[in-house]
């Protein structure tokens, strides 16, 4: 006689396994083991470095591999530019906000704050009278 097939209800009401429960102490010891690499042999290490001089040196997928890596770098980047500044100063003065220059410029808006405040530039908010305003074209009537 063949078994019959599950409902959903049936598997849904399935019970568990009980776990058993960590203790604080647990979680402190582990807390505290540095998860570390394996030691590696100065052998496994030789072959290691050389493996990774023969990728650059010949593997024509290198140069890709190397502008997504400055690539990725660049995206990281804690820091502005001197041109990157003279933009913020121009926009700031034009009477874009932050979070509009971050969008334009592609530099989180709290790296900006921090440049312009170690620069000794002003990061107050812009005044109503200097902020930039919405057109007043007919575009208006999509908003």
């Not at 010949?58 to 500044?85: F, V, Y």
Request: net charge positive; hydrophobic share 35%.
């Amino acid at each position: 006689m063949a078994a019959k097939p599950e409902t959903s209800a049936q598997s849904t009401t399935r019970k568990q396994p009980q776990r058993a429960a960590i203790t604080f102490e647990e979680v402190q010891m582990h807390a505290q083991t540095p998860r570390k690499r394996r030691p590696m042999s100065e052998e496994q290490r030789a072959k290691l470095s050389a493996a990774q001089l023969a990728y650059v040196a010949n593997d024509p997928r290198w140069s890709e591999h190397r502008r997504k890596l400055a690539a990725a770098q660049e995206a990281r980047r804690m820091t502005l530019w001197p041109n990157e500044i003279a933009a913020i100063v121009n926009l700031r003065r034009k009477g874009r906000t932050f979070s509009y220059i971050a969008e334009e410029i592609g530099v989180c808006r709290d790296v900006i704050g921090r440049e312009l405040t170690e620069l000794g530039i002003s990061t107050d908010r812009v005044k109503s009278d200097r902020r930039a305003r919405r057109g007043n074209g007919f575009w208006r009537s999509f908003d």
